[in-house]
Nanobody
Framework: QLWIAESGGRLVQSGGSLTLSCVGR????????IGWYRQAPGKEREGVAC????????YYADSVKGRFTISRDNDKNIVTLQMDNLRPEDTGLYYC????????????????????WGQGTQVTVSS
């Protein structure tokens, strides 16, 4: 059975760091590009960071560039998002998504309608 699960979210102070993990099972994980998205209360969901299936191409939203790092280990079916120098505006529910997408920038900006999603993990950054 297919599932995606995120973990690692918690309350952290501004300037702190967190590592989020995304694990996928029940599908060919290494065939899929993986993206991290977030949604804050009252705001639309936005793509934060995406990584391609095999070429290790990455894309970052301007708001997190230089602070977040996405990586993947296909042997373990896991993608991590290292978040450093966190800011209050990084607060939100962070979702992981697996998509058959060749190019990661459009994937981050406009997820496919058949994207596979996890339930999300809450990140709260206090000022």
């Amino acid at each position: 059975q297919l599932w995606i699960a995120e973990s690692g979210g918690r309350l952290v102070q501004s300037g702190g760091s967190l590592t989020l993990s995304c694990v996928g099972r029940g599908f060919n994980f290494d065939y899929y590009a993986i993206g991290w998205y977030r949604q804050a209360p009252g705001k639309e969901r936005e793509g934060v960071a995406c990584i391609s299936a095999s070429t290790r191409d990455t894309y970052y939203a301007d708001s997190v560039k230089g602070r977040f790092t996405i990586s993947r280990d296909n042997d373990k079916n896991i993608v991590t998002l290292q978040m450093d120098n966190l800011r209050p505006e990084d607060t939100g529910l962070y979702y992981c998504s697996a998509q058959r997408f060749t190019f990661v920038e459009p994937m981050c900006n406009s997820p496919r309608h058949d994207a596979k999603w996890g339930q999300g993990t809450q990140v709260t950054v206090s000022s």
